[in-house]
């Protein structure tokens, strides 16, 4: 069976309370050999680390640009400190999720905005402290998220959810970051997106879902229909298989020639990865 890495994958949310383990077996079952598990704020690093665990999965832990507003100096600290007391498990993979979020109406409040910019400068300290990658939250924020590279450089990592420009992505390969690409690319509307999956190198792609986030198209419920009581679609990392598929018919590949390249390009960007992978073969 052809074998996926689902490179960002919110299993410890609220949404999979009732059928967790259902869902990572049927995503398992579907090809899903592997999730990376981001936390998103300190209250749920725990959560994560016994889930990711448990399910022979990777984590990521870090602070989301969304959580930003109620993150404290201790919080960081705190980070800090569970980075260090998970330097020995191998489950630990990358720092995550962390970037900036320019979409949201809050970051057009000036000292919000600065919130986030500092509390994004001080995880990529950390990630390069503890030598680890990251796995990097972008949204209408790809320039910013770049000069904080460029003044703090890490070893690379994950550009998740990516959707910039063409500069853009190559300033981020350059810098050893895959991009991530998830249900967005389903929607023929994403014209950008399907255009940067298309054109760039097949060794800068990897697939993920950001489960229960992000939908495919064919579980995509508009705000309208949302509006009239219809419920959106509950995204899982058993969708994964088929969200490749589109990028695979995008460029021209076989499923399978599309799961060997991201999973190499996967376990490149985040050696911790390759390593547990390694270990469990």
């Known amino acids: 069976m052809t074998q ?8 410890d949310a609220a949404e999979f309370e009732a059928d967790r383990d259902a869902v990572r077996a049927q995503a398992r079952e579907a090809g899903v050999a592997m999730c990376i598990w981001p936390a998103v704020r300190v ?10 665990r448990a399910h022979g999965d990777a984590y990521a832990l ?3 640009p969304l959580c930003a507003a109620q993150a404290t100096e201790a919080d960081v600290a705190a980070l800090d400190q569970a980075l260090t007391d998970a330097r020995d498990d191998p489950n630990l993979v990358v720092v ?4 900036l979020d320019a979409w949201v109406p809050e970051a057009r409040d000036r000292q919000a905005w600065d919130h986030q910019v500092r509390l994004y400068r001080e995880q990529l300290k950390l990630a390069r402290r503890h030598g680890l990658p990251v796995l990097l939250h972008v949204r209408k924020s790809a320039d910013a998220l770049l000069k904080g590279l460029r003044d703090i450089p890490v070893s690379g990592g994950v550009a998740h959810a990516f959707n910039g420009s063409w500069a853009q992505a190559q300033s981020f390969t350059d810098r050893g970051f895959v991009l991530g690409f998830g249900g967005a690319i389903t929607h023929e509307r994403a014209l950008n997106l399907r255009r940067l999956a298309t054109r760039l190198p097949l060794g800068a792609l990897v697939v993920e879902t950001d489960a229960p986030d992000m939908p495919p198209n ?25 969200v490749a598929e ?4 995008l460029r021209g590949l076989t499923p399978e020639a599309l799961a060997e390249a991201t999973t190499a390009n996967a376990r490149r960007a985040l050696p911790r990865l390759a390593a547990l992978m390694a270990a469990r073969a």
């Open 4 to 11: 996926w890495i689902d490179t960002h994958c919110h299993l």
């Open 96 to 99: 995550g999720e962390i970037g």
């Open 62 to 64: 870090g602070i989301h």
């Open 246 to 249: 589109t990028v695979a018919q």
């Open 43 to 52: 209250a749920d690093f725990e959560r994560v680390q016994r889930g990711a």
């Open 218 to 242: 064919w579980l995509y419920v508009t705000a309208q229909d949302r509006q009239a009581g219809q419920a959106q679609g509950r995204n899982t990392p058993g969708e994964l298989p088929r």
